[in-house]
């Protein structure tokens, strides 16, 4: 009787040691939890969600437009690197400009995504219809403060149709978007090489800096390899470039530069937890 129970004991010993494994190995290769602990994706997803990440080493993961989910490659970040959710608009070797009415990947717009937050200023003058409207139709405002000039706020560009198509004439005037400054980039590709110009220098520092090591040195404006200037640079693997849809609450390619490949974790599959019940088990778009 002895001997059967040590056999049983042994057997559920076994089946428990396997059954981690399995964790183990879908947790770091597969995929994973991840809870939001920002309002950088915010209104795609908010703080508090739980996500699941899909790890899989897909030809699309990360995937253009995709919600990813990446480490810091911001050198002094070596020891604990931040976890950051973006969206990535730029795949390696594309031509990225980026304006007013979206981003123009190789020259195809894409329009910025309808739960992307901006900034608005409103004049003392459309203050109270616009302020009306707004719980009229129950829109959130974020970030609304209190201006010299009237009121500024953060809001979702639907919100911000819905909210124009009830105002005056008068209001949608004073009803103005704060001006997204334009700047173009190429993302780095493996196996390329590398123009550097004024605006790909400070985008690629980081990234130059991680690749090259002390032989980079970066001295009035121009980078020098060995001693020597350099114009052109060779990099040793995949890039991308993340924007959140929360430009005010986020922090992203914008302040991070390129995101190597290495410090890519993921897509964001789906919410499996979230305040809002209607999310849950709803894919992440």
Request: charged share 25%; with cysteine; net charge positive.
């Amino acid at each position: 009787m002895a001997k059967r129970a040590l056999i049983s004991i042994m057997k559920w010993l076994a089946t428990i040691v396997l059954l981690a494994a399995i964790v183990m190995v879908v947790r770091f290769f597969c995929m994973e939890s991840f809870r939001v602990s920002t309002d950088s994706m915010e209104v795609a997803l908010h703080k508090g969600d739980c996500i699941l990440v899909n790890k899989l080493p897909l030809k699309d993961n990360p995937g253009r437009n995709r919600v990813v989910l990446f480490t810091s490659p911001l050198l002094q970040d070596t020891v604990s690197r931040p976890l950051f959710l973006s969206r990535c608009i730029g795949m390696p070797g594309d031509t990225i400009r980026i304006s007013n009415d979206g981003y123009r990947v190789n020259g195809k717009l894409i329009p910025y995504s309808p739960r992307a937050l901006n900034t608005y200023f409103v004049t003392k003058a459309a203050q109270e219809e616009v302020l009306a409207t707004q719980k009229k139709l129950n829109i959130p405002l974020r970030d609304l403060r209190e201006e010299s000039f009237g009121i500024s706020f953060s809001m979702a560009s639907f919100d911000e149709y819905q909210l124009r198509e009830e105002l005056s004439e008068e209001a949608n005037v004073r009803f103005v978007k704060k001006p997204v400054e334009s700047y173009e980039l190429i993302v780095p590709r493996k196996g390329r090489t590398y123009r550097l110009d004024a605006a790909a220098l400070t985008a690629c520092r980081e990234a130059i800096q991680a690749e090259a090591g002390d032989k980079a040195v970066f001295r009035d404006g121009k980078l020098f390899l060995d001693g020597r200037e350099a114009s052109f640079f060779f990099f040793n693997q995949d890039y991308y470039w993340m924007l959140s849809d929360n430009t005010n609450e986020a922090v992203d390619s914008r302040h991070l530069g390129f995101i190597p490949r290495d410090h890519v974790i993921g897509n964001a599959w789906f919410c499996w937890y979230s305040n809002d019940r209607q999310r849950i088990f709803k894919p992440v778009n």
